[in-house]
């Protein structure tokens, strides 16, 4: 069936070092890639998304990149920051339409002052 | 600001009871959906809806239900609940049927003894 896998799940660095987590997906048909972030305490929160049209997107430190041929998308963040110790989840949409998306397992990021 | 409530943070129940978990949502969304949120599993989806008195299964139906007699409001039931059951459990509502942008409640943590 359907599956995003995530990996690594969990990853520590040091204040200004930069973080990727990377998602592999199973259905060709997917086309849309959000990333949330879960703080402690709360609820996900979308941080950034892509769409399959596009190979590359950035927001301030964050940045997303797809590669369509391979099924996987990576998040990046650059220049850590304490605050960015957070659960981070990918996830895909189904290529069925009006389906829900479906997540990875998520990655546990702490960053070290 | 926009916001999804969920009436509980956290729950204690017994086996064997029904419970019923609320989701409110003020952004006036067509689609709501129950997820589930157990460590190393990530977010499972269990129901979602598209229109209010619509439901639709998610990969882990089994012992749930929900009703969307409102559209700002869904509801999952846990018919007799099991110790199995013992999870977050959280709520999101998206303008989008393939629930794109979600915004998330902040959970409820249910405790089945």
């Known amino acids: 069936g359907e599956n995003v896998e995530q990996h690594p799940s969990t990853l520590s660095v040091q204040e200004g070092d930069s973080a990727v987590i990377k998602c592999t997906y199973s259905?060709?048909?997917?086309?849309?890639f959000p990333w949330y972030k879960q703080e402690l305490g709360k609820g996900p929160q979308l941080i950034i998304d892509i769409r399959s049209n596009v190979g590359e997107k950035k927001d301030q430190r964050i940045a997303v990149t797809l590669n369509k041929t391979a099924k996987h998308f990576s998040l990046h963040i650059t220049e850590t920051q304490p605050e960015d110790s957070a659960v981070y989840f990918c996830a895909a949409s189904r290529g069925m339409a009006g389906t829900a998306l479906i997540f990875g397992k998520g990655t546990t990021l702490s960053v070290s002052s | 600001d926009v916001k999804v409530t969920q009436s509980s943070r956290y729950l204690v129940k017994r086996t064997g009871e029904k419970v019923f978990l609320e989701c409110v949502q003020d952004m006036d969304h067509e689609n709501m959906f129950w997820y589930r949120q157990d460590p190393g599993l990530g977010l499972r989806l269990i129901y979602f809806s598209y229109d209010v008195k619509m439901k639709e299964k998610g990969d882990i139906p089994e012992g749930y239900s929900v009703s969307r007699e409102k559209k700002e409001r869904f509801s999952l039931i846990l018919e007799s609940a099991s110790t199995n059951q013992t999870s977050m459990y959280l709520c999101?509502?998206?303008?989008?049927?393939?629930?794109?942008?979600?915004?998330f409640g902040s959970g409820t943590q249910l405790s089945v003894l």
């Open positions: 259905d060709s048909a997917s086309n849309y």
């Open positions: 999101a509502s998206s303008l989008f049927s393939g629930g794109e942008k979600l915004f």
